[in-house]
């Protein structure tokens, strides 16, 4: 099983970048985003449940960010917008085959991380 992530790199405080998450080897019942800066703890960005469509954001990246998924792909996305230079960090994936969750200890495959910087 592994988790592959791509999409990140720098941007200019405002613009966009997506994020993508491609699962292989089996599909989950949850993927989500987190990320992670120096120092700091895991942080949940939002999931996704695979099979029902249905989302859970934090409420700091509401309005923000929308995680959405590709079915025939396996892959999920994470569309980042009005990007501010405290979105800067290292995001990953994860997935777990259980219900939904938002803690980083409750997810059992992980993505390598993809960094995105955010200039001012």
């Known amino acids: 099983v592994q988790l592959q992530a791509s999409g990140g790199g720098l941007v200019q405080a405002g613009g966009s970048l997506r994020l993508s998450c491609t699962a292989s080897g089996r599909t989950f019942a949850v993927m989500s985003w987190f990320r992670q800066a120096p120092g700091k703890e895991r942080e949940f960005v939002e999931n996704i449940n695979w099979s029902r469509g249905s989302t859970y954001y934090a409420d700091s990246m509401k309005g923000r960010f929308t995680i959405s998924r590709d079915n025939a792909k396996n892959t999920v996305y994470l569309q980042m917008n009005s990007l501010k230079p405290e979105d800067t960090t290292v995001y990953y994936c994860?997935?777990?085959?259980?219900?939904?969750?938002?803690?980083?200890?409750?997810?059992?495959?992980w993505g390598q991380g993809t960094l995105v910087t955010v200039s001012s």
């Open positions: 994860a997935a777990r085959k259980g219900i939904t969750a938002t803690y980083a200890l409750e997810y059992d495959y």
